[in-house]
Structure formats: structure tokens, C-alpha cells
């Protein structure tokens, strides 16, 4: 039997992770909503519930920042499997509400570095919900393990999504 590829070895950790934020009471949901735009380092009242749902192979790594943002923002809004990006997520918003603003914020969240993508972020997933538009976390959480790519792929997919009409 082969070894899994890289790629597939994510999929499983993010499948394994989305699993375990489902599985969460509301008690440790709230937690995670209270720390919803903090570090993990400026974190309080959750480093159990998070460690406990993070796959062993991602603890200590770069990507476990990723893995806190996306944790922090789960209780924010609900979760569906329909494989949509944010960037069609955000569409939909945007033609409900019949907003250019969101048509800033959302170029705004595009070009955000590391730094700025928290914030940016939690507003955008913030939107969604108010829209009841639901996220699939698992894409969320995969595309911003590839938020950094120089091709920029990630940003470029959501783009397209965004502002193409597929009508």
C-alpha cells in the first residue's frame, strides 16, 4: 500500500478537525466564539478545547494559526457541504443585499496578508451568517492552508466566484 501524498494527508487532518468542531457543545463553542479574532497566543479559556480537536500531525506547525482562526470562527455561522468558496458565499451576500460596500470589503479580504486576514475574515463569515448564508468549513479551512501560495490561486478561485456571473 502506498503513502498518502501530502495533499491527501491535509484532507484527512481538515476532515478530522471540521469532525471534531461539530462534535463540540455549545459551552465549548461559546469559548471559541469569545476568542473569535484573537492569536493563539492571546487566547483565553481555550487552549483545551482546541487541542483537543486538532490533529496531532498539525500541533507546533505553522498551519496550526490556520486551524485556530477557522476554530474561533466556526460558531459564527452554520456549516453546509456543498463545496461553495467564500468567494461565491460572499456573491450571494452581495446580491441579496444589493451592496457595493461589500464589493470593498470583500477586495479588501482578497489582498490581505497573514496579518490582516483575521479580521478581515471574521467580518466576511460575519456577513455570511447574517445572510443565513452557511460555510463549508472544510473548503474554508483547506483554502486558507493555500492562502500563501505564490500563484495565489486561492484568492484567484474566490475572485472568479465573486464577480463572475454564472447566470
Known sequence: MSEPTRQQRQQQQVDEFITAL?????AGRARLKRNAGRSL?????????FYRALPYEVAGRSEE???????TLYPLADSRNDQRSLGAILRAVRQSRASESIDRRFQALLDSDGENLP??????????????????????????LNWDHPDRYVQ???ARDYFIDHS
Open 22 to 26: 461539530e462534535r463540540l457543545d455549545n
Open 41 to 49: 497566543h492571546e487566547a483565553r479559556d481555550v487552549h483545551r478545547i
Open 156 to 158: 484567484l478561485q474566490w
Open 119 to 144: 479580521f478581515r475574515l471574521r467580518q466576511a463569515v460575519r456577513l455570511a451568517a447574517a445572510s443565513d448564508q452557511s460555510i463549508d468549513w472544510r473548503r474554508l479551512l483547506n483554502d486558507l
Open 65 to 71: 494559526a490556520i486551524y485556530f482562526l477557522v476554530a
